[in-house]
């Protein structure tokens, strides 16, 4: 039996880009120097993701797409990730969905995201597989919350 798929956005889950200041427990990088503020990444993210990868399938579902294995991923860790295509940014957090939808198929998903949409939300009750739509603050990204959230809904199975 495949694993559930694990979803992963970037901006707002792992990086809390809408604090006023870097949280506590989090790192500035300035991958982008030139064209954008630093990114905050937290260390303790690298330990819970790869516990997640244990029992889930994981994929980046960002913008950042393929900057995502290059930067992020080194950042924290982590293997490099399969990456769901999305239109050219910017786009609209709507507009997640068809890629979405087409990359989980008839799977079991989680989807971790700080915009989750209304069109997010009908396309997960339209689903006949187990969907999880977690939202995250994006001024406070991943939290320990949220990873027993995942472990449970993914226990539940």
């Not at 990088?29 to 937290?42: G, H, I, K």
């Not at 993701?49 to 393929?66: I, V």
């Not at 990359?103 to 689903?127: C, I, K, L, N, Y």
Request: hydrophobic share 50%.
């Amino acid at each position: 039996m495949a694993l559930p798929l694990l979803l992963l956005d970037v901006d707002g889950v792992l990086n809390p880009f809408a604090a006023p200041t870097c949280p506590e427990g989090y790192r500035e990088y300035a991958f982008f120097p030139e064209d954008d503020p630093p990114v905050r990444l937290r260390a303790a993210h690298g330990p819970w993701l790869r516990a997640l990868f244990r029992t889930f399938e994981p994929a980046w579902a960002t913008g950042w797409e393929d900057e995502a294995n290059v930067f992020l991923a080194p950042a924290l860790e982590l293997p490099a990730l399969p990456v769901v295509r999305f239109p050219p940014v910017p786009f609209d957090p709507a507009e997640k969905v068809p890629a979405i939808d087409a990359f989980a198929g008839d799977r079991p998903a989680a989807w971790v995201d700080d915009a989750h949409t209304e069109a997010g939300t009908a396309w997960a009750r339209s689903r006949a597989a187990p969907t999880l739509l977690l939202p995250s603050d994006p001024a406070r990204g991943l939290t320990a919350e949220m990873v027993a959230e995942l472990d449970a809904w993914q226990a539940a199975l």
